[in-house]
């Protein structure tokens, strides 16, 4: 995955994490591969002499008119599904430096954005999904969502506790007491965990991981990545 800029020199103990991430990337991509048959498939390419096409994961966009975590049209070109958790900071650098021009590609009707928390993190990155929920359940997902991750940075300690989340949608001026409702309701928790499911069923072990175009790209990659694969799906789509 990328890593925000830093000096040269790494501080004394951020070796380890760096390793860590590293190994996470891999164990994403590896996920990706022999999960779908990546491997076989390459192995039987090889084998007959044939080039075999990257497998095509279109089938996990929804496409659905009430999604609450979705921007975009429902029969846009191009479907973009993102695999985070609001405690990732690369989830947050993406939001920062990416997002905006794929919001902005939505807008004008060529992409359809689907929004996937798989909360890898643990309970306050759960809670955190809730709470976005509730705030979709005011059409005000996005808001919220940005705030979360705001200039790029995560959310820690009571930040993420119930009474914060519920704090932070007070200063979006939504409706708290719904709000607060809506966060622990029947259907915030059916939603997330089958959000999350989706993450498991498509290998997304570690965040971010993204599906453009039906094919998987790993990591907070710098934005040109993600605007020449949304072009060459755009290409490919004719639209």
Same mark, same amino acid.
């Given at each position: 995955?990328?890593h925000?800029?830093?000096?040269?020199?790494?501080?004394?103990?951020?070796?380890?994490?760096?390793?860590?991430?590293?190994?996470?990337?891999?164990?994403?991509?590896?996920?990706?591969?022999?999960?779908?048959?990546?491997?076989?498939?390459?192995?039987?390419?090889?084998?007959?002499?044939?080039?075999?096409?990257?497998?095509?994961?279109?089938?996990?966009?929804?496409?659905?008119?009430?999604?609450?975590?979705?921007?975009?049209?429902?029969?846009?070109?191009?479907?973009?599904?993102?695999?985070?958790?609001?405690?990732?900071?690369?989830?947050?650098?993406? !939001?920062? +430096?990416? /997002?905006?021009?794929?919001?902005?590609? #939505?807008?004008? %009707? @060529? =992409?359809?954005?689907?929004?996937?928390?798989?909360?890898?993190?643990?309970?306050?990155?759960?809670r955190?999904?809730?709470?976005?929920?509730?705030?979709?359940?005011?059409?005000?997902?996005?808001?919220?969502?940005?705030?979360?991750?705001?200039?790029g940075?995560?959310? !820690?300690? +009571?930040? /993420?506790?119930?009474?914060?989340?519920? #704090?932070?949608? %007070? @200063? =979006?001026?939504?409706?708290?007491?719904?709000?607060?409702?809506?966060?622990?309701?029947?259907?915030?928790?059916?939603?997330?965990?089958?959000?999350?499911?989706?993450?498991?069923?498509?290998?997304?072990m570690?965040?971010?991981?993204?599906?453009?175009?039906?094919?998987?790209l790993?990591?907070?990659?710098?934005?040109?990545?993600?605007?020449?694969?949304?072009?060459?799906?755009?290409?490919?789509?004719?639209?």
């Amino acid at each position: 995955m990328s890593h925000p800029p830093r000096s040269s020199r790494l501080p004394v103990g951020t070796i380890p994490g760096v390793l860590v991430l590293g190994v996470l990337v891999l164990l994403v991509v590896a996920m990706w591969r022999t999960s779908f048959g990546g491997d076989s498939a390459t192995a039987a390419g090889q084998d007959s002499g044939q080039i075999q096409q990257q497998p095509d994961y279109s089938h996990a966009e929804r496409r659905d008119p009430a999604d609450p975590f979705a921007l975009g049209p429902v029969d846009a070109p191009v479907g973009l599904v993102v695999f985070s958790d609001y405690q990732c900071p690369f989830c947050a650098q993406w !939001s920062r +430096d990416t /997002l905006p021009s794929m919001v902005d590609r #939505a807008e004008i %009707g @060529d =992409l359809r954005i689907e929004w996937r928390d798989v909360n890898v993190y643990g309970p306050d990155s759960r809670r955190a999904a809730m709470a976005s929920f509730a705030a979709a359940a005011q059409d005000r997902f996005w808001d919220y969502h940005d705030a979360l991750f705001a200039d790029g940075r995560i959310r !820690s300690g +009571d930040e /993420l506790s119930r009474e914060g989340l519920v #704090a932070l949608a %007070g @200063d =979006l001026g939504l409706d708290t007491d719904r709000f607060a409702a809506d966060m622990t309701s029947p259907a915030a928790e059916e939603e997330i965990a089958r959000n999350e499911q989706l993450g498991i069923d498509h290998g997304a072990m570690a965040t971010p991981v993204f599906l453009l175009g039906g094919k998987p790209l790993v990591g907070a990659q710098p934005p040109e990545v993600f605007l020449e694969a949304y072009q060459s799906a755009l290409d490919s789509s004719g639209g």
